[in-house]
């Protein structure tokens, strides 16, 4: 990650500093160095992952063909433009993905038969780079025919409107997979796929058509987009919550995210409608579908690349509750058990041997070694006894054969009040190993939220911080200010790591054309993507979450941002010889603040080594997909030694203090 130091930061810092000891008081803040405390979890930091915002089609799934398996339901050339005769068909070679296409002569030597797909707001294509196009094909009355394979640009002026094109040849009665590779010699946002039927133009089918970059994500053909991959990877999450968030409930029981179909080959998964296609009408997106190209063995293959424990949230057998009023929405509790074995298949398919029926496909899919799961989590936003009742069996059986794994637990939708207080005592009832927290929260909130764990049950759940984000009254878009508030909530995460193991901002993606949701914490379009000011904060709290928590008090009491704190939020922790101190200053004015260290030995002394400064002039605005850089943290000195320090904070600033003993 990009820090730069910047003298003229210091020169700043340093004239602040002058100001400030004339004038302000200093706030001493206590750190014990002597009593290490709560380890911090490698699990603490991590990211959540939902089909929200075109983040898995159109976004970090590679797949640059929409509607590649003509399955969408409400119209098997959604997404294509079909020319010429073009027929579609059912009885295709994958018994899940029945439709496909049949190219027929046009009838005419003038005329041409083909197809077009528009990708996912565009086809994005980097000139020079190189684009795997695949299909499945055959000649159904035998021999051989010819096709044509173009990337498009519609809008251009130029005698050609293709950037490149490809000869393909298919042969013979039987299906086969053919590939051709695309060398465009132009970049282009949206391009559009075109597929021409040439040469004797004898007939031909066609099903699954795929196109993907070359470069992807660690070179896999059915791949993740790099710079998304790498946003996340860069971010060394330590827990990878996936596939969400309400599409694991689905809108009906029909529609719940089902892991089954997203492993085997991709031909032959089915697609899944995408809820929300149709969640807010204000901003409906009739063609969101899932085609669980990204799916379970994608998920755990990405979770091991970038080193994070993964953690998948399972069906209870619920549908949306917020969706749903009528109880026969959801699974009558004697009738769970397909629902409770689909979790234990899911440990199998993660972790059993090659033998096991599950381990098997997981090995046949190229990865014999177990996945190592070590959690899981039963329902999302699920709330009133119907979740505690739902749950139980599941709990069960899920210790009697698995006792090792962790089961997470919901605490609900709403960050307090009476669902949320109902649903804590039962999942300390149930055994629960962690309780799953949401809160999509205004700045008020999360002010007032700086010692939320300070006094938790220390004898229930850990907590997982599951969903949050700041999302600022009248502000519910990617800006600064909620990123700084965010920093300053993380430190009662921080300070109260003995019972926070895991917490992930949410949602993870947005498209720019695409979004349902926001505030997130990686925007992108079809060639960039831009990491917002709240990955920053992620970013820094992962890469300096140190070892071990420590002590640090203002006047004997927790830095929360309570009253008479001067909007100051504080915590430490230890990393072998090094200290982090983070201090947000949330208020307007600068701060002046002295570290006195306790339980030093008397020759013992602390040495300032750096510090990392992250402020923005632009309080209401974030990084762009045209200057993705523009409010990045800044490294920059920091002097000094003895057994007490002082600096200056600027306003409305998170600062990292690197300290050695
Ligand atoms: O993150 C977006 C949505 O917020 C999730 O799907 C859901 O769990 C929560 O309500």
Not at 533 to 546: F, M, N
Not at 581 to 587: A, E, Q
Request: aromatic content about 12%; some cysteine.
């Amino acid at each position: 990650m990009i820090m730069k130091i910047r003298n003229r930061f210091l020169l700043a810092a340093s004239a602040l500093l002058v100001c400030l000891a004339a004038s302000a008081q200093v706030h001493r803040m206590d750190i014990d160095l002597k009593k290490v405390g709560a380890p911090i979890q490698s699990t603490m930091y991590g990211i959540f992952f939902e089909d929200i915002n075109y983040a898995a089609d159109g976004g970090l799934y590679a797949e640059l063909v929409k509607n590649r398996s003509f399955e969408f339901p409400n119209d098997p050339l959604q997404g294509w433009k079909a020319f010429g005769t073009v027929e579609v068909w059912n009885d295709g070679p994958f018994e899940r993905c029945p439709h496909y296409v049949r190219l027929v002569d046009p009838g005419h030597p003038h005329k041409w038969t083909g197809l077009d797909n528009e990708g996912f707001f565009g086809i994005g294509v980097k000139g020079g780079d190189t684009y795997r196009f695949t299909v499945w094909a055959r000649v159904p009355d035998g021999g051989a025919s010819e096709l044509r394979i173009e990337l498009v640009n519609t809008a251009s002026m130029g005698e050609d409107q293709f950037v490149c094109q490809e000869p393909l040849k298919i042969a013979g009665k039987e299906w086969k997979q053919y590939e051709v590779i695309l060398k465009p010699d132009t970049t282009l946002e949206k391009a559009v796929l075109r597929i021409f039927l040439v040469g004797d133009r004898k007939t031909v089918d066609l099903e699954h058509v795929s196109l993907f970059p070359t470069d992807t994500w660690m070179g896999h053909r059915n791949g993740m987009r790099k710079d998304l991959a790498q946003a996340l990877a860069d971010l060394k999450p330590g827990i990878f919550r996936f596939p969400g968030g309400c599409i694991v409930e689905g809108t009906d029981l029909a529609t719940r995210y089902n892991w089954k179909n997203t492993v085997g080959p991709v031909e032959n998964r089915p697609i899944n409608e995408n809820r929300w296609e149709y969640t807010f009408p204000h901003r409906f997106f009739p063609d969101y579908y899932q085609s669980y190209g990204l799916g379970f063995f994608e998920f755990f293959q990405l979770s091991e690349e970038i080193g994070s424990e993964p953690l998948p949230i399972l069906s209870c057998g619920l549908a949306c509750q917020f969706q749903n009023d009528d109880l026969s929405a959801h699974c009558p509790v004697d009738e769970l058990q397909p629902f409770i074995q689909d979790a234990l298949d899911l440990i199998e398919f993660a972790n059993g041997p090659v033998t096991s029926t599950w381990g098997k496909v997981r090995a046949d899919m190229g990865h014999p070694a177990p996945f190592n799961l070590k959690y899981i989590g039963i329902g999302n936003e699920q709330w009133d006894p119907l979740y505690p009742e739902h749950l139980e069996p599941f709990v069960q059986a899920i210790r009697a054969a698995y006792p090792d794994i962790k089961i997470v637990g919901s605490s609900g939708p709403n960050s307090e009040g009476e669902q949320f207080d109902y649903l804590w005592p039962e999942m300390k009832r149930l055994g629960a190993d962690l309780v799953d927290e949401h809160f999509y929260r205004p700045e008020k909130w999360f002010l007032a939220q700086g010692a939320r764990y300070d006094n938790y049950d220390r004898k229930g759940p850990k907590v997982f911080a599951g969903e949050y984000a700041c999302h600022g009254a009248g502000r519910k878009f990617n800006h600064f200010h909620a990123s700084l508030l965010e920093a300053a909530f993380m430190t009662t995460i921080e300070r109260n790591a003995d019972i926070v193991h895991m917490a992930t901002y949410a949602p993870l993606f947005a498209h720019v054309e695409g979004w349902q949701w926001r505030p997130d914490l990686i925007w992108f379009d079809n060639l960039r993507s831009m990491r917002t000011a709240s990955w920053h904060v992620q970013h820094l709290y992962g890469e300096y979450k140190g070892q071990n928590v420590l002590t640090l008090k203002m006047n004997g009491v927790n830095v929360t941002g309570a009253e008479g704190q001067d909007g100051l939020f504080a915590s430490a922790v230890k990393d072998g010889d090094k200290v982090y101190v983070k201090v947000i200053n949330t208020s307007e004015k600068p701060q002046s603040v002295e570290f006195a260290f306790n339980g030093l030995k008397k020759k013992e002394i602390v040495k300032a080594v750096e510090r990392i400064d992250f402020t923005s002039g632009l309080l209401y605005e974030d990084n762009t997909l045209d200057v993705p850089d523009r409010i990045t943290p800044v490294k920059a000195a920091f002097a000094g030694e003895g057994k007490s320090l002082t600096a200056a904070v600027p306003p409305q600033c998170f600062t990292i203090f690197i300290l050695e003993r």
